[in-house]
């Protein structure tokens, strides 16, 4: 048994952060250290078509270029980790957040259905010891979530078949360093037409249908989650709709 002990991050690029849900509120309550977020340059765009929402939501995208990253927040966990089965738990805890429900009776990692599921990001300046990588890497083996996430044409899947995150390391926005050794994301499938990703024009014009639409992308920006194609998506927007 590894005698590693670590700090948890979540990336957070969505709704997890301000949506009002009980079961939600509740976890960011209890897992979570809000008082510690900090803002991070990451690979993340509008690109995946929410019926939940009936508007696009965020996804990790690999083959954005550095001047294309967005603004996304990590916050770190209360507990430490000190093996596979501690990161496993709070991968179910944040799974259990991302349900419409706040019931995960399986305790799952990833969507049954395949619409997302939880990535793992190793800190490069504190590896990850090769028990507990390993272990995770175990814990969602045969999950067909974890071999079907799409990409567009030229980039890879957000998440390998190992349940890592194929990105980066995040940069802090303010040049500090991640508080946190290791970091949870949720990955959703995108969705990708004929080797694409939507445009800021279709990503607009649903969220004009109604205001129930728009608000994803509105209290994305006013909580300070942000993408390269803001503005552009912005300017496309009907008056009331827009984001802070």
Not at 132 to 149: K, N, V
Not at 169 to 192: C, F, H, K
């Amino acid at each position: 048994m590894s005698e590693w002990a670590g700090r948890v991050g979540i990336l957070i690029i969505g709704s997890l952060y301000w949506d009002k849900a009980k079961h939600r509120s509740a976890w960011r309550s209890d897992r979570l250290d809000l008082g510690r977020r900090q803002y991070v340059r990451v690979p993340i765009r509008y690109g995946r078509f929410s019926t939940t929402r009936q508007s696009y939501t965020m996804v990790f995208a690999t083959s954005l270029a550095p001047e294309e990253y967005g603004r996304a927040i990590v916050v770190p966990c209360r507990r430490r980790v000190r093996s596979a089965a501690d990161i496993v738990d709070e991968a179910v805890h944040l799974w259990t957040a991302e349900t419409p429900t706040g019931k995960n009776r399986w305790r799952r990692v990833s969507a049954k259905y395949g619409w997302g599921c939880i990535g793992l990001l190793p800190s490069p300046q504190r590896p990850l010891p090769a028990d507990l990588c390993s272990g995770w890497s175990q814990r969602i083996s045969g999950d067909p979530c974890y071999r079907s996430l799409s990409a567009a044409d030229g980039e890879d899947a957000a998440v390998n078949e190992s349940g890592l995150l194929t990105i980066a390391w995040p940069e802090s926005e303010d040049g500090s360093g991640l508080e946190v050794d290791l970091l949870l994301a949720t990955a959703t499938d995108p969705t990708i037409v004929i080797g694409r990703y939507p445009t800021p024009r279709e990503i607009a014009e649903k969220c004009n249908r109604s205001e129930r639409r728009a608000e994803y992308f509105r209290e994305n920006r006013k909580v300070g989650i942000r993408t390269f194609q803001d503005a552009n998506i912005e300017a496309r927007l009907k008056s009331g709709k827009r984001g802070a």
